[in-house]
Nanobody, 126 residues
Framework: QVQMEESGGGTVQAGGSLRLSCTVA????????MGWFRQAPGKEREAVSC??????????AYAAALEGRVATSRDSAEWTVSLQMTRLRPDDTGVYYC?????????????????WGPGTQVTVSS
């Protein structure tokens, strides 16, 4: 049984940083790409970042607004995937989800991801 759970969300002032973690159980990093998505109120879920099964190819930021402000890493020994976010802005507010895609390759489409965590709230105050 696959289990995934995000942590590290909270409220931060604009310009601050947050590091989100996703603890994973029941799947192999060698077979899955690990992605981060977010969803703001009233908006569709959008891709944030992803790391493929080899950890050799990382899509740091899918959206231009995130360029240079997010990075994803993976710790196979601890079975965690992290999302580091810097220079946060109020429009970064939303629920952040980690997700696992079969086949090991990254995608910006939520439909490519088979497993999801419940999400963690990130609120950026101005």
């Amino acid at each position: 049984q696959v289990q995934m759970e995000e942590s590290g969300g909270g409220t931060v002032q604009a310009g601050g940083s947050l590091r989100l973690s996703c603890t994973v159980a029941g799947l192999s990093f060698r077979e899955y790409a690990m992605g981060w998505f977010r969803q703001a109120p009233g908006k569709e879920r959008e891709a944030v970042s992803c790391i493929d099964y080899r950890s050799a190819r990382t899509t740091a930021a899918y959206a231009a607004a995130l360029e240079g402000r997010v990075a994803t890493s993976r710790d196979s020994a601890e079975w965690t995937v992290s999302l580091q976010m810097t220079r946060l802005r109020p429009d970064d507010t939303g629920v952040y989800y980690c997700a696992a895609a079969r086949g090991g390759y990254c995608s910006d489409s939520p439909s490519e991801y088979a497993f999801w965590g419940p999400g963690t709230q990130v609120t950026v105050s101005s």
